[in-house]
Structures are given as structure tokens and as C-alpha cells.
């Protein structure tokens, strides 16, 4: 891939991003993810914050072989190690600014102190890491701008800061994993053990090695320098051992802990504790230990990015894909909680590549090196801005189109909820069935029973009758409505089926309730535009009901139901005539209807007691649920 | 039908809006870096830049009647005609701004539907005239593109199957079809504008700047421009 | 008055399903009316809105409606999680939430194994919602928690742990045939200050797991945590010996006086030498 390709494709994922970012700062984080309350940590915490802290160990581990052991032969790659740490965290530092909820309050921490969390821990070397890195880097920038007093004071105390940052980073990366202790009922037991701040300081050592080979052979190709394969090797055969005494130790205590047998059983647990061994540890190990493939450029590029991948599904299995299973909850994030990891991480690449070519971070990619990508990448620009806009500005014209052009798409292809806020899911509500019942006394106390299925049917001769399964959502939880006995009992005592059917389409005597109140537990809107324009004859109908023409066509300045609809009986009592177009959803409506007249009843009438109001009058267990008529009915 | 229509005035006219409104932030943007930098340029060489004189251009041609008046009268008469009536139209109208009421909860004061009506209609015939003049006019012609013929067409578009969608009597199609066709072209309008000569809504403030600095610019610059014209082979 | 270590004793058997509790709730503590967010699997679930509900068992015996609300524990895992300290253990037994300082970080709904804390997910400004057993209600007003006031047969009772125990003791004993032998939230994670009896076995959590371990959940993490001035320390000082010696050495072999410091390790003298050798060419 050329570097124009690669940088357009960077800006291109930057501009998603960042309107993602823009929306969620609008409407909260609940708007762009698809986490719940089960799965509340998702890709921006796993993704974004715990798998990249190990890529960028990469700092603390070449700082302390370069400076500390001083193994000059992997001084080439320090300061490409140092920016890479720089970046990934501040990458870390933004994610996890966006993710938590109220983001203006990633400064909490530094006024609230609670040293029993890992998270307050982590949080505080996370930042006091970033300065340190900052400071490590600033070795390049004083070096720019020649800065000579400034420049000595940062060599002479640069040791300690070297120090400081090997210390806190061995702090906070095995914290990342002190972390997940805190969750043994939801993580699988194939990664939850005591030993996890241990292993995940060892594989950020290990992954350190192969992230800032990957990164050097990359940028080294992408600048068209040839890559310093001497050190990369030598990195290489760092991180053999290291994964290797990982892998090593990651069996031993799964054997010590007693879950051998887990190993072999057939899961999708195990498979994909597998699948992540292998890729972490395994498989670059065993390619590692070639020599020959330590100095190809090209196997180390392979044998890296497996590592990184593999790492990084180990830090997200632990911090969610397994324990999915405990919560027996699914989350798979949404291409908006890609856009945003992927954006920030696309800025840091940006920002990395502004770094190499501004600064001496790759001693050889220096200028002439930079200028000659660049000529070798020119385009004319046969276009009348030419002639305006001189010829450097081509990149920023190009990048900028595409970004423009990245935010708009992503503006249309998110989720309506991501715009303008979340709103609840419809529920439709289906009509009730009817079912014949056996109505039979109820043994246990007054009232009666109905009993269903042709066994139930065939044992009681009399009392057959057909009541509503009131059932509106399906979620197989019934209420069966006695129909027949409602009249009987209603018509008694002086009542009509207006009583109930408060509101009628215009030539129903006695409209179905799901007819109007069509969501379970939303309000609808009960009028149906497309039905009355085509009833009324398309185009020429429109002036029928929005008569003023020099008015916006919307409901207040429409005719009203009743001008047209005259017989359409309405119950006075029930609907707020300010709202007159919508009903509410079907269960308030139900328990509107039902419970305020049980509720009168129960003390009006003789015959009734105090259950009679009661929830069970209707929400009963009815005896033979499990009975294969019941299943007929769900 | 209905769902396209839904998708075309949702995610797609979200898109094309915030295209059309970053695109032409971000020309904005790049006039001011390149102006910064010509400005520069002419400074080092000892160029003096006349501000008064442009700045006295710019408001001159800010309505663009008094010189161009004195010479085609007609042209220039219905080319503010018709930038008055593209402009007023879409934004006061009183179903589009309830439209961003229920979008977003802004609202403004709307013109009547009856001044809408006029306007909408003025916009159509002057847009047409405009088309005509440039078809006609032997030095129009000459310094066309393609898409200076094709602009006024499509700008008509939108207030053309408007006008139709809001006038049902007399409407030879289905309110849908006229509503689709209204609000994809309006759609298609606001995607190209920050790419193309549109651009001018947000560039024109400084183009007499511009023009004037043009005068530094390098020797062939005249023939870069028939060459972006595509007329490198025609007499000037 | 002055309360201490109270708690919440529900006897499952009392409980005839009818949601007073959880409509009081919602009245108590101003919360808006349930909705079927994207989120909410079950809108009869525990949600931002809903801080108590009645879930249902069907039982041989009939249907058991086991009421889910915040455990209280005795020493809790999201108080010990949260990284600025927005939960906390009050004496008087409720866990409490600050939402003035939360940056919603999310973790106490990880590190809850009760799966208690709810998120307002649907707001721009979301906090977490639990409940918090009507902490002003009782201190200011002198009354029991929402939920119990409600209750209309005394399913649900208010009073001090111990009591409240002993109280369950008695029950068990008195109906041994009817009760399970053991009281849930006596001893789990620690202890929780919601106790509950029942006569059919019950789920409090949403986990796979059933959570009968008493080790409290807090000194799982801070085990390791605590260590960690220890562990920075000890990493500062080795690395800083090493660097020193390292250094020391090659400032004596870069003197000319090669007799008096012979090399000490092959290996690292290579190294050194490699490392000369790369100084003097640049």
C-alpha cells in the first residue's frame, strides 16, 4: 500500500470517528453502543483500552533493554518505541475518555482517591505513564528545535524518567489484569486465575518485542528504507522466550489449577481458548525459533501480526468474549463502536507518521528519504484550484475531501436512535385468540376455573365456553378473558358495550382493543394516512381533510375525525382530547380498563372479596400449565 | 415507494446535508490557507496588494446588477432573480422548517405559502432562462462546461416536483413519485455543491481578492485555465 | 433514632405477587415509566427505571415471586471497584451512590456478582441506578424503605441484621417442613444486609455460577493491589542497580587501563564490546 493510500484510508476512518464521537457527545454512550446491563464493557474497553496497554509496552520494554541494559543493538528502534507507547496510550486516554459515561469527568480520579480500586490504580499510572512518555519523547522534539540548554537538562535526568516509566508500566499492565480477579463468576475458569496480573505483565513484555518490529517494518516499507533486520531479529528471539516461558506457564496453571480435563472437552469456550493460544503464544514461538525466519522481513511481519492479533483477543476474551457464556447475554459491537476504536486509532497513526516524517525517530527515514516517497507520489492536479492552491496542498485537499466525505456517510448510515437520541422498541401487539374451556368451581376458593385440552373437555360435560388467551406480546404469559360472562354480568347491572369499547372505528359496533392500542407498552398513533389517501382517491382526496391550502399540511390545521366520522362513538371518560390521534399501549390500557372497575366492583358488589381487585384474578396460575394444551397455545 | 422515500429525506438527505455543509467549511478553510499564503508570496516580492480597491470590488459585485447591468440587462436581471428565489424558497419555507422542527427542535419564521407558491414558480422560469441565455449566447458558449448547462437543470428539479407535490390537483403523478424525485435531487444538489462551481455560495466574499492576486500568478496561467476548461484547442 | 446495620428480610413464602413493592419503588425514588429499551430484554426486569421487581417461579407447589433488588453486601465488590470512591458502605447498612462524583465507568456492574447496578443507558448523561434502600427516606423521615411500607403481607420486613436473622431463625424453626433450612444472604460473598427464607430454592442472580462461595469479594482484588508500592519500589531499585553497574562498568572499560578491569562475563563483555564498536562508528 502506498503511503497516500494508506494516509487516505487513515483520514477516511478518522472522519467516521470522529462524527461518531460527535454523536455520542450528543446523546450519551447508550445512543452508539450495543452494550446492556449485563454486557456493560464492549469493544471501546477491551478493544480500545485493555488490548492496546500491552501494544504499547513496547515503550517500557526497548527503554529498558537500550537504556537500562544497554543493549545498543536495538538503539534504532527506542524512540520509534517511545512514540509508539505515546500514541497507544493517548489513543487509550481518548477511548476511554468517550466511553465512560460522563466524559468531561476522566479528571475525577485526580480529585477522588480510592486506593482499594485496581481501576483508580490504573488510571493514575496510565497518566502519570503518559507524562513520562512525554518527556522520553521529548528528546526529538528539543532536538528539532534546538533547544541546547533544554536539551541537556532532559539527557542528565533522563535515566529516572526511564525508570519511573519501567516501574509504572510493570504496575499497570499486570493491574489490567488484577482487574478481571474481581469477576470470577463471569469469567471462564481457562482465564480467570490469580495468575493473570502475571501473565498479562509477561505477554506485554513478549508483545512489546514483536509490536515495535511490526510497526518498524511497516513504516521502514511504507518510506521505502531498508529495514534494520538485525535488531528486529534480535527482538524476535526475545519474544520467543518470553511467549514460550508464557505459554509454559499458562499450562502449568491450568494443570496446578485442575482444569486439565477442560482442555479437552468440546466448547466453544475451550475452542476459543485454542484458537487464542495458539495465535498468541504457540504458533509464533515455533516460527520464532527458525533463525531463518527472524531475518525475513517478511515472516516476522506474518509471524508479528499474529502475535498482536492473538494477544489482543486474549486481553478481550478476559475483558468480555468469555464471559458472554456466564451471562448467557450476547453483545457483538455495532460498526459505530468500530468507527470510533477505529478512528482513534487511525488518528495515532496519523499522528505517528507526522512524527517519523517531522522528527528523528527512524534514523533513516530522514529528509531526503521523506522527500523522495513524496516525489515519487505526485499527481498533477490538472484542475482550475491548481492555479489557486499550490501544489503541497494537493495531500490536504485530497485528505480532507475524504474526510469531509467519511463524516457525512457515517452522519447517514447510523441508526436513527444515534441522531436523535435512543428511543424504546416497538412491541406490536397481536390480536387475542379464543379457546374453548371447561369452566369448572374453583376448589381452592371462590369463583372459577377453566380448564383446557379435549382431556379437560371429556372429563367435564358441562360449562364449555369460549374465553379469550389474551396473550398481546407472546411471551406466553395468559390471561383468559371470560367474553360471555363480562356481558352477562355488565348488561346486569345496566352497562353496554360502550362501556368497555369507549372508542369505535367508524362501522364497528364494538372495535377490537389491539385494533387501536397496537403497541404493548408504547403509545400509537391510531390514524392511518396511507388507508384515507387511498380511500379517498389520491391526490384529489388531499384537499378533503387539509382544506386551507396556504396552510403546512400537518394535523392541527386538518379536519377533525369527528366532522367526517360522525357515528364513530367515543367514551368521553377515556381520552385526553388533546391527544385525541394517539392510544396508549395495550397493557395500561388493559390494567386502566380492568383494574379501576374490579376495584369499584369489589366493594359494590356482594359477592366479590378483596382478590377480586387482586392481580391473580386474571394473572392465574391456572392448574395443568405444563399440560400439552398450554404448549399448543404458546 | 414510501421506503425510499423515508430513506432519502433520513440517512441519505443526513449525509448529503452535512456533506454539503462540512464541504464547503472545509473550502472555506483552503481559500484561507492558500489566500494566507499567495498574500505572503506577494509581500516577499515587494507587491503591494490595493484592499481598498478590492474590498470595494467586493461589495460591488456582492449584487452582481450595477456593471453587468449597463450590458445584459436581461442575464443579469434574472440571475438575482433566480439566486433570490433558490435561496428564500428552501430555507423559509414552512413545511421544511417543520420538517427541522421535528428533526432537530429549531424553528424560524416561515414566508406564506402563497409568496412560496410565486417564488417557486420564479425559480423554474428564470432557472429555464438561464439556461436558454447560455445556450444562445455565442460568449457564453465559449466559455462553458458541461456542468454549467447541466446546474440550472438540475436546480429547477426540486422546486419543480416541489411545486407539483404541494399542488395535488394538478399534479400528473402520484404524490410519492413527485415527493422521491423532489427530495433525491435536492439531495443530489447538496452532495455535489462543496465539489463544484456551488462552491461559489461560501467562496464568493473573497473572490475579487482572489482575481486580484491572480495578477502574481505564473505566465501560463491563461492556459491552464482553457485546459481546465477543456477548450485547450479553441481560440481564445 | 439512630440505625445500624439494617437490613432487608423478604420471605419468599408471603409474597403473593401483586407489585406494590415495586410501583412504591418507583414512586419513592421518581423513577420514570419502564420502556422497552433495545437493552431491556424484559421490561418486568431490573432496569434504570425499575430498582426492585418480582421475578417468577413456577414451582411444583405454584408460583414463587422472588423479589430482586440490591443485595447490600456486608463488604461490597462494586464499593471496592469504583475508582473514585461514587459507592459506599453507610453503618446503617445501604449502599449509597454519589452521583455527583461517577465518571460511569461501568465496573461495579462488572465487579457485582449479584448483576444488581443498572445503567440509564437512554440518557446523555447516564448514571448507574440501584437501589439504595431509601437511604434518605429512613435517616430524614423515620420510616422503613418504600418497598416495605408497601407491602401488603408483610413479605418484605426492615430491621437490624441481627434481629432480622434471628427472626428467619425463628421462622425456619418454627415450619421446619415448610422452609428450606437456610437463609440466603447470610453468609454469600460475606453476607448481604437483604436476607431472604424461602420454601423453593431460588435464583438471585442472572450468572450461570450459583454464588455459594462466603469469601468476600473485595479481597480478591486488593490481595494482589495492595502489594503494588512494594512492587514499584522493588522494580525502581533493581532497574536503577542495574543501569548503575551496567554504566559503571563501561565508563572503566572506556578508560585506558585495561589491566587493572578484566572483563567479568563473557557474554555480557561481547555485548559491551559490540556496543563500543557501534559508539565508535557513529
Redesign the interface.
Known amino acids: 500500500m502506498s503511503l497516500r493510500g494508506l494516509k487516505t484510508l487513515l483520514w477516511f476512518l478518522c472522519g467516521a470517528g470522529l462524527t461518531v464521537i460527535l454523536l455520542r457527545i ?5 445512543s452508539v453502543v450495543a ?4 454486557i ?2 464492549g469493544l471501546w474497553k477491551g478493544g480500545g483500552v485493555v488490548a492496546l496497554v500491552p501494544i504499547g509496552g513496547a515503550g517500557f520494554t526497548l527503554a ?1 533493554m537500550v ?7 536495538y ?1 534504532v528502534l527506542a524512540r520509534g518505541a517511545v512514540l509508539l507507547g505515546l500514541v497507544c496510550y493517548s489513543s487509550v486516554a481518548a477511548g476511554l475518555t468517550f ?4 466524559w468531561w ?2 479528571v ?2 485526580l480529585f ?3 486506593f ?6 490504573i ?1 493514575w499510572c496510565i497518566m502519570l505513564y503518559l507524562g513520562v512518555l512525554a518527556v522520553e519523547f521529548s528528546h526529538a522534539i528539543v532536538e528539532k528545535f534546538n533547544m541546547p540548554r533544554l536539551r541537556s537538562i532532559i539527557e542528565k535526568t533522563s ?1 529516572v524518567f ?3 516509566g ?3 508500566s ?2 499497570h499492565q ?2 489490567l489484569g ?2 478481571f ?6 469469567l471462564h475458569p481457562l482465564w480467570h486465575t ?1 495468575w493473570l ?1 502475571g501473565f498479562f505483565l509477561l505477554t506485554s513484555i513478549g508483545l512489546g518485542c514483536l509490536t515495535i518490529s511490526w510497526l518498524t517494518l511497516v513504516v521502514f516499507r511504507l518510506y521505502k528504507v531498508e529495514q534494520p533486520m538485525d535488531a528486529i531479529s534480535g527482538l524476535g528471539r526475545i519474544a520467543a522466550v518470553v511467549l514460550g516461558f508464557y505459554g509454559l506457564l499458562k499450562f502449568v496453571e491450568i494443570l496446578i489449577a485442575g482444569e486439565g480435563a477442560l482442555l479437552l472437552t468440546l466448547d466453544w469456550n475451550v475452542a476459543n481458548f485454542w484458537f487464542e493460544i495458539l495465535l498468541s503464544a504457540l504458533i509464533p514461538v515455533a516460527l520464532l525459533a527458525f533463525p531463518r525466519f527472524r531475518q525475513s522481513a517478511t515472516a516476522m511481519f506474518w509471524i508479528a501480526s499474529t502475535a498482536i492479533v492473538g494477544m489482543s483477543l486474549n486481553r478481550v476474551n478476559v475483558a468480555g468474549l468469555a464471559t458472554l ?4 447475554a450476547t453483545y457483538f459491537p455495532i460498526w459505530p463502536e468500530w468507527a470510533v476504536t477505529l478512528g482513534i486509532l487511525s488518528f495515532a497513526g496519523l499522528v505517528y507518521l507526522f512524527c517519523v516524517e517531522r522528527f528523528e525517530v527512524f534514523s533513516a527515514i530522514d529528509e531526503q528519504a521523506v522527500k523522495r516517497v513524496y516525489a515519487s507520489e505526485q499527481v498533477d492536479h490538472a484542475d482550475w484550484k491548481t492555479l489557486f492552491f499550490r501544489i503541497p496542498h494537493a495531500e490536504s485537499r485530497l485528505y480532507s475531501a475524504v474526510f469531509v466525505l467519511a463524516m457525512g456517510l457515517a452522519l447517514g448510515c447510523v441508526p436513527d ?1 444515534s441522531v436523535f ?2 428511543q ?4 406490536p401487539v397481536t390480536g387475542s385468540r379464543v379457546v374453548e374451556v371447561a369452566k369448572v368451581e374453583n376448589p381452592q376458593g371462590p369463583g372459577s376455573q377453566f380448564m383446557i385440552g379435549a382431556q379437560a373437555l371429556a372429563e367435564h360435560a358441562t360449562g364449555h365456553t369460549d374465553v379469550f388467551v389474551i396473550d398481546a406480546n407472546r411471551q406466553a404469559e395468559f390471561v383468559l378473558f371470560d367474553h360471555e360472562s363480562h356481558i352477562d354480568g355488565l348488561v346486569a347491572q345496566g352497562a353496554d358495550c360502550s362501556t368497555c369499547h369507549h372508542m369505535n372505528k367508524p362501522y364497528d359496533k364494538a372495535t377490537g382493543c389491539h385494533q387501536c392500542h397496537a403497541d ?3 403509545e400509537t398513533d391510531i390514524f392511518n394516512h396511507d388507508l384515507h389517501q387511498k380511500k379517498l382517491g389520491n391526490n384529489a382526496g388531499c384537499a378533503k381533510c387539509h382544506v386551507d391550502d396556504s396552510l403546512p399540511k400537518v394535523r392541527k390545521n386538518t379536519t377533525a375525525c369527528a366532522e367526517c366520522h360522525p357515528g364513530m362513538r367515543q367514551n368521553d371518560a377515556v381520552g385526553d382530547p388533546q391527544k385525541r390521534n394517539l392510544a396508549p399501549g395495550y397493557m395500561d390500557a388493559m390494567h386502566g380498563l380492568c383494574i379501576g372497575c374490579h376495584q369499584e366492583r369489589k366493594d359494590t358488589l356482594a359477592e366479590k372479596n378483596e382478590d377480586f381487585a ?3 384474578q386474571c ?1 392465574r ?1 391456572t392448574p395443568g ?1 405444563d399440560s400439552p394444551a398450554w404448549n399448543d397455545l404458546r | 415507494m414510501e421506503h425510499w422515500l423515508e430513506w432519502a429525506r433520513g440517512p441519505l438527505f443526513r449525509a448529503s446535508f452535512a456533506i454539503m455543509i462540512l464541504g464547503l467549511l472545509r473550502v472555506l478553510v483552503l481559500q484561507a490557507i492558500s489566500l494566507f499564503g499567495l498574500i505572503r508570496q506577494a509581500k516577499r516580492n515587494q507587491r503591494k496588494i490595493p484592499y481598498a480597491v478590492v474590498a470595494k470590488a467586493s461589495l460591488r459585485w456582492l449584487i452582481p446588477v450595477g456593471k453587468l447591468f449597463e450590458r445584459r440587462a436581461v442575464f443579469s436581471l434574472t440571475s438575482v432573480l433566480f439566486h433570490i428565489c433558490i435561496i428564500v424558497v428552501p430555507i423559509l419555507l414552512g413545511a421544511h422548517i417543520l420538517l427541522w422542527e421535528r428533526g432537530i427542535g429549531l424553528s424560524w419564521p416561515a414566508i406564506s405559502m402563497q409568496l412560496a407558491d410565486i417564488l417557486t414558480l420564479g425559480a423554474i422560469v428564470t432557472g429555464l432562462a438561464l439556461f436558454v441565455i447560455r445556450l444562445s449566447v455565442m460568449a457564453n458558449r465559449a466559455i462553458s462546461r458541461a456542468q454549467d448547462y447541466v446546474w440550472p437543470l438540475l436546480i429547477v428539479l426540486p422546486f419543480l416536483s416541489g411545486y407539483l407535490a404541494m399542488h395535488p390537483a394538478i399534479n400528473p403523478f402520484s404524490y410519492e413519485a413527485s415527493m422521491l424525485i423532489h427530495v433525491l435531487s435536492a439531495n443530489l444538489i447538496f452532495l455535489l455543491l462543496p465539489f463544484s462551481k456551488l462552491s461559489h455560495m461560501a467562496l464568493f466574499p473573497a473572490t475579487q481578492l482572489v482575481s486580484e492576486l491572480g495578477w502574481f500568478l505564473k505566465p501560463d496561467s491563461a492556459q491552464k485555465v482553457m485546459t481546465t476548461l477543456h477548450k485547450e484547442n479553441e481560440a481564445i | 433514632m439512630s440505625y445500624q446495620n439494617m437490613a432487608i428480610l423478604t420471605d419468599v413464602t408471603l409474597c ?4 406494590q413493592c415495586v410501583e412504591a419503588c418507583q414512586e419513592a425514588n421518581r423513577l420514570p415509566k ?6 431491556v ?1 424484559n ?1 418486568t426486569d ?2 434504570s427505571a425499575r430498582w426492585t421487581t418480582l421475578r417468577k417461579i ?1 414451582a411444583p407447589a ?2 414463587r415471586y422472588v423479589r430482586r433488588q440490591c443485595r447490600h453486601c456486608l463488604e461490597p ?1 462494586c464499593v ?7 459507592l459506599t458502605k453507610t453503618a446503617e447498612g445501604p449502599v449509597i451512590y454519589d452521583r455527583d ?7 461495579c ?3 457485582c ?1 449479584w ?1 444488581i ?11 448507574i441506578q440501584k437501589c439504595d434502600m431509601c437511604y434518605q427516606r429512613v435517616r430524614e423521615e423515620q420510616k422503613p424503605p418504600a418497598c416495605v411500607s408497601a407491602c401488603p403481607t408483610q413479605a418484605t420486613i426492615f430491621g437490624e441484621r441481627d434481629q432480622l436473622l434471628a427472626e428467619a431463625r425463628r421462622r425456619l424453626a418454627a415450619q421446619p417442613d415448610k422452609y428450606i433450612q437456610k437463609i440466603w444472604g447470610e453468609k454469600e460473598v460475606g453476607g448481604t444486609s437483604v436476607l431472604y427464607i424461602s420454601d423453593v430454592d431460588i435464583c438471585l ?5 450459583k ?1 455459594t ?1 462466603t469469601t468476600p ?2 479481597g ?3 490481595k ?2 495492595r502489594h ?1 508500592p512494594s ?3 522493588g ?2 531499585v533493581t ?2 542497580g ?2 548503575w553497574v ?2 559503571r562498568r ?1 565508563k572503566l572499560m572506556a578508560k585506558p587501563k585495561p589491566e587493572s578491569e578484566p572483563a567479568s562475563e563473557p557474554e555480557s563483555g561481547s ?2 564490546a ?2 563500543n564498536e ?2 565508535q562508528q557513529s
Open positions: 450528543i446523546h450519551g454512550p447508550g452494550l446492556t446491563d449485563i456493560p464493557w529498558a537504556y537500562i541494559f544497554h543493549w545498543k543493538r538503539q466511553d465512560i459515561g460522563i469527568r476522566i475525577y480520579p477522588y482517591w480510592q482499594h480500586s485496581t481501576l483508580f490504580e488510571a535515566i526511564v525508570i519511573a519501567i516501574s509504572l510493570t504496575l499486570s493491574s488484577t482487574m480477579l474481581a469477576t470470577p463468576y463471569r490469580d496480573p457464556d456466564a451471562t448467557s436512535g437520541g435512543e424504546p422498541q416497538k412491541t404493548m407498552y408504547l387482586r392481580c391473580t394473572h396460575d400449565f | 403473593i405477587g401483586c407489585e419502564e420502556k422497552p429499551w433495545r437493552w430484554k421490561i431490573l432496569s413456577k405454584g408460583s465488590a471496592e471497584a469504583c475508582i473514585v470512591g461514587a462524583i461517577c465518571i460511569g465507568c461501568r465496573y456492574m462488572i465487579a456478582p448483576e447496578p443498572r445503567y440509564s443507558w437512554e440518557d446523555t448523561v447516564p448514571y442472580c442472572d450468572l450461570k455460577q454464588i462461595d469479594m473485595p480478591r482484588t486488593f494482589i493491589l503494588m512492587v514499584f519500589g522494580m525502581a532497574m536503577g542495574i543501569w551496567i554504566e563501561q555485548t559491551d559490540n556496543s557501534k559508539d
